[in-house]
């Protein structure tokens, strides 16, 4: 048999590195396109030990099938994990005169041999798609109609495997524990009113008024999950919020995956749960901690003492967790309804996540079928990255989606990508909560109104250049320091460090971010700027001008109490008097951040606003036409400019740059 190389992405260089470059013997045979075949692998029995190091190999059988001939099948989604821990499966291809040929030992992902082990029944066999052992990962051609075709397989399939990894962490408790309270959420009926009407019961959950009894459904209910019900085990939040911080909920691909098949199961070692179970008891849980994070914010401290210690324990579980399911839910709805930029971006609210996959392609590819706007692209893995990446950012701009310059970086690991190029394998500098805001469906989030839309733009692109219309509305006329500058030193030169300190070092620490906030007064005053109000009430305006909407996004708590926070933060002598309440509020405003947006800065008007660490003196604050927020952009010589990154700045976070006479002028990006 020859030698084939197996799962190896093509990268910028046209190389693939050695984490990726490992070899099966297994010779795959042409898919016929035109009767659009597939290949599919019959996982065979196994009686007894299946699971334990002593368990029988996993055999297969792998076939060619199509739409007519293909029996009912099962989808499996998964981490394909690091390509040097492997393990071995026998396979056994079925030739296409219908006889088999001899049983080979192949070597895979250790991560792939794991699922089948717990996958395969002890009585039958099952009909498997994976998408290692389907595709041929070495074949270009192939893999790009396959791709292609990823949505259809999964809408296909009977139901989505979701293998979560080997139980760990108390999941095998936690996952029968969560069956039962989604048992209790099934017989309840609910509906899409439900969480929205738990979220109302969970803000009065602590008022003095209530008798201690439930008085409906959802009041039972919201008392089951926090553990009022005598004999109704809860589960631990520590191994709730280990399951959803597992390696499965960071992979592009889940996002087409789930969205294209939701009825299934999501397996965690031999425990399994479906999938509408899983997603609705974690929103429950998700709403209880935002609800009793906002009790916590608009009520008296001594209210704690009215909580219980799990109810504690809730209100301050880390969101990490309930964001990345969260997302998934949420990104998967909007799908079929909004653009491939809004469903590429939204996943990356969560600012301590990165979504991964193998190749950096597929940060596109994963999504272009599930999208609404079906943007005029399709896989192909001849190309390069930066082609990839090139025609995608050109395809969003054409289709007069000028928020994308809005996400554009100035660091990324594509160097050579024109500015107006989003580099999908980089952080995005902007939170896309902001950009996205007005298509808001939390159930305490009221977006202030736009002043009015801005008009649409078309842009005009010749190779790597674009031209396109805006406003210029100010000039960065000086920086400050960002949070790593002021926790590394007091006296640095404002500008990018060498090697930032991570966000995680300072996110609960009262005088950094007392500090940082200051650093917007102490620009007013060096621009000569005369402020008639206290620090605290000018900064609170600036802050809650900015954050506003965003801070009551992610939390559910009002722009009032942000402000009231901000004030004790400011006037408080003893930040630890009431710790609790401290460490919620700088958890959740803190959350609101970007890692890559900390650098305040003032206009030469006196507007204050907050960049990434790579703006400049001498930058201009733009308004692209059709874009929902300000860009920073640096002049390149008389003609050209490039993207620095967005601009958050007060006065224009809704469209104020569009009010009276516009005066729109030609910008030409590179």
Request: net charge negative; glycine share 6%; charged share 20%.
């Amino acid at each position: 048999m020859p030698f084939l190389k197996f799962a190896i992405p093509l990268f910028h260089n046209g190389e693939s590195p050695d984490l990726y470059s490992y070899s099966m013997s297994l010779n795959y045979r042409p898919l016929d396109d035109a009767s659009n075949e597939i290949r599919v692998i019959q996982l065979l029995a196994c009686p007894g030990d299946r699971t334990s190091p002593a368990a029988p190999p996993v055999r297969c059988r792998l076939k060619h099938v199509t739409p007519k001939t293909c029996p009912k099948y099962y989808a499996l989604s998964y981490v394909w994990g690091d390509c040097e821990d492997l393990g071995e499966l026998e396979v056994l291809y079925t030739s296409d005169s219908g006889l088999e040929e001899q049983w080979e030992t192949i070597t895979v992902q250790k991560s792939l041999v794991s699922a089948l082990k717990h996958i395969r029944r002890g009585d039958r066999s099952l009909v498997i798609w994976a998408d290692a052992l389907c595709i041929n990962q070495a074949d270009n051609a192939e893999k790009s109609i396959q791709v292609h075709r990823m949505v259809s397989i999964y809408e296909n399939a009977y139901e989505i495997i979701i293998w979560l990894g080997p139980a760990a962490d108390g999941s095998d408790e936690l996952i029968a524990t969560l069956c039962d309270i989604g048992e209790d959420l099934t017989r309840l009926a609910w509906k899409d009113g439900f969480f929205m009407d738990l979220f109302h019961q969970a803000s009065r959950l602590w008022s003095s008024s209530h008798n201690g009894q439930p008085q409906n459904s959802t009041q039972w209910f919201l008392y089951r999950i926090c553990g009022r019900i005598p004999g109704k085990r809860v589960p631990s939040m520590a191994a709730l919020v280990a399951l959803l911080m597992r390696p499965w909920w960071t992979r592009t691909w889940i996002i087409s995956e789930y969205a294209s098949k939701e009825d299934g199961y999501f397996m965690c070692g031999d425990s399994r749960i479906s999938t509408v179970v899983l997603v609705g008891v974690v929103n429950a849980y998700q709403v209880l901690n935002q609800a009793l994070n906002q009790e916590l914010h608009q009520s008296n401290s001594t209210l704690l003492s009215n909580a219980g210690a799990y109810e504690k324990e809730i209100a301050f579980c880390p969101p990490d967790g309930f964001e990345n399911c969260y997302i998934l839910k949420i990104t998967c709805s909007w799908a079929k309804i909004h653009s491939f930029l809004s469903v590429a971006t939204f996943p990356r609210t969560n600012r301590l996540r990165q979504f991964q996959c193998s190749d950096p392609r597929d940060h596109v590819y994963a999504l272009l079928g599930i999208a609404n706007d079906r943007l005029p692209l399709q896989p192909n893995y001849t190309k390069s990255v930066e082609e990839v990446y090139l025609e995608t950012s050109a395809a969003i701009l054409q289709n007069g989606q000028s928020d994308i310059l809005t996400f554009c970086q100035r660091d990324r690991n594509y160097s050579s990508l024109p500015s107006w190029v989003i580099d999908w394998t980089a952080n995005l500098t902007l939170s896309p909560v902001f950009t996205f805001a007005k298509y808001s469906f939390g159930p305490h989030l009221h977006t202030q109104e736009r002043i009015r839309p801005s008009p649409i733009n078309h842009a005009t692109i010749l190779e790597d250049i674009v031209r396109i219309s805006g406003t210029c509305i100010g000039c960065v006329a000086l920086p400050g320091y960002t949070m790593p500058e002021l926790a590394r030193s007091s006296h640095a030169e404002p500008g990018p460090l060498q090697k930032p300190m991570s966000p995680s070092e300072f996110l609960v620490d009262p005088e950094l971010l007392r500090r940082w906030l200051n650093e917007f007064w102490t620009l007013l005053s060096r621009s000569g700027v005369i402020v008639s109000e206290a620090p605290h009430q000018r900064l609170s305006k600036v802050v809650s001008g900015i954050f506003g909407d965003l801070y009551q996004f992610r939390t559910g708590i009002t722009e009032d109490v942000l402000i009231r926070g901000l004030t004790e933060l400011f006037t408080k002598e003893d930040h630890k008097a009431d710790g609790d309440l401290m460490k919620l509020f700088l958890w959740s405003f803190y959350g609101c951040l970007s890692s890559d947006l900390e650098r305040p800065f003032v206009t030469g008007d006196g507007l204050l606003g907050i960049a990434s660490e790579n703006v400049e003196q001498g930058d201009l604050i733009v308004h692209f036409l059709g874009a929902s927020l300000p860009s920073i952009i640096r002049p390149q010589g008389a003609e050209y400019c490039q993207i620095v990154g967005p601009a958050l700045l007060e006065s224009f976070m809704n469209g104020e740059a569009f009010t009276g006479k516009i005066k729109p002028q030609m910008f030409i990006i590179r």
